[in-house]
């Protein structure tokens, strides 16, 4: 089955000097609890695609399907849910509360989606998950550049969302620590059944993908499965 499909998306920004389209006809499909990779350079449109299936953004033309549900006919309210609910992200800038530990910066996840399990027992699940559970008392400044970016997806996945948007997560990180979030968001889908999607530019780490499309100047340019 498919988490995520859309079906003729483009996405056109009006300019000084005219209009610009950042996506142009976009048709993909996403497996449920799977890895899928969107590669491309900076400016391919990777970025504006996962603003848009990520309910952040509205596309120009053509329907977003998530979880089976058209999202672009939503209202804004019903949207907001479901980024609240069933989506989780990790951002390139990791934006994790610098005033509070890992701890606590997972479980302020959970107070924010309204978590109606045991706190505790998730945020030590999580940070167990990405192997840092000796680190919860930690402020971020504390740990390394992977072990902020970890303690992100511990709390991307706090809440239990289908869907974990990754955008750019290793760009800041050096090899080693960009393949050790990789494999975590493997484990994650092997372990949580939740699907993942990521954006990046690095070649290297293409294969550990289920999924891989390349997006040039806005245009879906190839697709493979591995």
Do not use: W
């Amino acid at each position: 089955m498919n988490m995520i499909v859309t079906e003729g998306v483009s996405r056109c920004f009006r300019t000084l000097a005219g209009e610009f389209y950042a996506l142009k006809n976009i048709n993909v499909e996403m497996p449920e609890s799977k890895l899928t990779i969107l590669r491309g350079r900076s400016g391919s449109g990777k970025t504006t695609l996962v603003n848009i299936i990520s309910a952040l953004d509205q596309p120009t033309d053509g329907i977003v399907l998530f979880n089976g549900k058209d999202i672009t006919r939503m209202s804004e309210k019903e949207r907001t849910k479901i980024r609240r609910n069933e989506i989780g992200y990790v951002f390139q800038s990791v934006a994790l509360i610098p005033m509070m530990s890992a701890y606590e910066n997972v479980e302020f996840a959970l107070r924010m989606a309204k978590y109606e399990g045991d706190y505790k027992e998730r945020v030590m699940e999580c940070l167990h998950l990405v192997g840092l559970s000796q680190r919860a008392e930690h402020l971020p400044e504390e740990l390394s550049g992977g072990e902020q970016q970890r303690i992100a997806i511990a709390r991307a996945i706090a809440h239990h969302p289908k869907v974990i948007f990754a955008d750019e997560p290793t760009a800041a990180l050096d090899t080693a620590s960009g393949l050790s979030v990789v494999k975590i968001f493997k484990d994650l889908v092997e372990k949580e059944g939740v699907t993942v999607i990521m954006t990046t530019h690095d070649v290297g780490l293409m294969q550990l993908g289920d999924k891989v499309y390349e997006l040039e100047g806005g245009e879906l340019v190839s697709e493979s499965d591995h």
